[in-house]
């Protein structure tokens, strides 16, 4: 198991910042998903070491954060969403030096640096001073200081912060690739839904210092109601009413909005062959309506994130 928690609660004096977490995390892209002030930084930071728990235990590759604080972070690779450059400094003088700090021999560490620079694509201004840099090559030295010392857990916290689209984009396929093809366990730290559900396969999502949800995110999607966007023509005001009905008595929660369209959702523990969309045709030819338009929503993160904390 590479983390594991146990009722793991966090304080700031009266303020709960994190709340009985209780969880186990086996492996691979782990996407750490809430809005800011949920306790995604927070988070990261006890499991480092930085802040003691108030309540609870937690571990990383089976050791205790609290006994073992340095033998985790000489395996654990950290980029904190806060500038962490030091100026004066070039590229390679910091991701050299940022090996060394972790126990790697000063021949090693610059070998090394010069590696993983080329890999985020800082290579032609690895000599510059990083202050000279723009905020999306500062995003990419901090990545691979996490990366210099062949960490086999990675904690990128908002790594997209600042970033244009492009680089934005550049930077989740960075953090696939290192999860899918350098076989390193990643937990990405982010507000940015798209950015999670691009990057990972398992999403633990946070709310005032909670879970609220924590799987597979493919298998998150299937366990959603269906969801179908219709839109009807013809027929009188009181035939729509009637056709919102008619779906209602056969499974569906309906909705009628203006301009003739409707969201159609299963209900709860529906059966699939009780909801089979073929009898929104049947039932639009019973009301003397015309069914114009049938699409099945496709959902996404955001919807699983927004009705585990009850927004519309």
Same mark, same amino acid.
């Given at each position: 198991?590479?983390?594991?928690?146990?009722?793991?609660?966090?304080?700031? #004096? @009266?303020?709960?910042?994190?709340?009985?977490?209780?969880?186990?995390?086996? #492996? *691979?892209? !782990?996407?750490?998903?809430? +809005?800011?002030?949920?306790?995604?930084?927070? $988070?990261?930071?006890?499991?480092?070491?930085?802040?003691?728990?108030?309540? *609870?235990?937690?571990?990383?590759?089976?050791?205790?954060?609290?006994?073992?604080?340095?033998?985790?972070?000489?395996?654990? *690779?950290?980029?904190?969403?806060?500038?962490?450059?030091? +100026?004066?400094?070039?590229?390679?003088?910091?991701?050299?030096?940022?090996?060394?700090?972790?126990?790697?021999?000063?021949?090693?560490?610059?070998?090394?640096?010069?590696?993983?620079?080329?890999?985020?694509? %800082?290579?032609?201004?690895?000599?510059?001073? /990083?202050?000279?840099?723009?905020?999306?090559? =500062?995003?990419?030295? =901090?990545?691979?200081?996490?990366? /210099?010392?062949?960490?086999?857990?990675?904690?990128?916290?908002?790594? @997209?912060?600042?970033?244009?689209? &492009?680089?934005?984009?550049?930077?989740?396929?960075?953090?696939?690739?290192?999860?899918?093809?350098?076989?390193?366990?990643?937990?990405? &730290?982010?507000?940015?839904?798209?950015?999670?559900?691009?990057?990972?396969?398992? %999403?633990?999502?946070?709310?005032?210092?909670? %879970?609220?949800?924590?799987?597979?995110?493919?298998?998150?999607?299937?366990?959603?109601?269906?969801?179908?966007?219709?839109?009807?023509?013809?027929?009188?005001?009181?035939?729509?009413?009637?056709?919102?009905?008619?779906?209602?008595?056969?499974?569906?929660?309906?909705?009628?909005?203006?301009? #003739?369209?409707?969201?159609?959702?299963?209900?709860?523990?529906?059966?699939?062959?009780?909801?089979?969309?073929?009898?929104?045709?049947?039932?639009?030819?019973?009301? #003397?309506?015309?069914?114009?338009?049938?699409?099945? %929503?496709?959902?996404? $993160?955001?919807? !699983?994130?927004?009705?585990?904390? *009850? /927004?519309?």
């Amino acid at each position: 198991m590479v983390i594991t928690l146990k009722n793991l609660s966090v304080s700031y #004096g @009266t303020r709960p910042a994190l709340d009985s977490l209780s969880l186990e995390v086996k #492996g *691979g892209a !782990i996407g750490l998903l809430g +809005p800011n002030g949920a306790g995604k930084s927070t $988070l990261l930071k006890t499991l480092l070491g930085f802040v003691p728990p108030t309540e *609870g235990s937690a571990a990383i590759f089976g050791m205790d954060i609290q006994t073992h604080a340095l033998a985790i972070r000489q395996q654990v *690779g950290y980029m904190p969403e806060d500038d962490c450059l030091i +100026p004066g400094m070039n590229a390679v003088q910091l991701v050299a030096y940022a090996g060394e700090l972790c126990g790697m021999p000063a021949r090693d560490a610059l070998q090394r640096a010069h590696e993983v620079l080329y890999y985020v694509g %800082v290579d032609e201004e690895r000599y510059r001073p /990083v202050g000279e840099y723009s905020t999306g090559m =500062k995003q990419r030295v =901090k990545l691979a200081q996490a990366l /210099v010392h062949d960490a086999k857990l990675l904690f990128l916290d908002e790594p @997209t912060n600042g970033m244009d689209t &492009s680089g934005r984009e550049e930077m989740i396929s960075l953090v696939k690739d290192i999860s899918a093809n350098k076989g390193i366990n990643t937990i990405l &730290s982010s507000h940015l839904l798209p950015d999670v559900e691009t990057a990972c396969q398992e %999403v633990i999502a946070l709310h005032d210092g909670r %879970v609220v949800v924590h799987g597979n995110i493919e298998a998150l999607k299937k366990q959603q109601h269906r969801a179908f966007d219709l839109k009807i023509v013809g027929g009188s005001e009181d035939a729509g009413v009637a056709y919102v009905r008619a779906l209602e008595r056969n499974r569906y929660l309906a909705e009628l909005k203006s301009g #003739g369209r409707l969201r159609v959702t299963t209900r709860e523990n529906a059966r699939t062959d009780e909801t089979d969309p073929r009898c929104f045709f049947r039932l639009a030819l019973e009301c #003397g309506i015309q069914l114009r338009q049938l699409r099945e %929503v496709k959902h996404s $993160l955001e919807d !699983i994130f927004a009705e585990a904390i *009850g /927004v519309e």
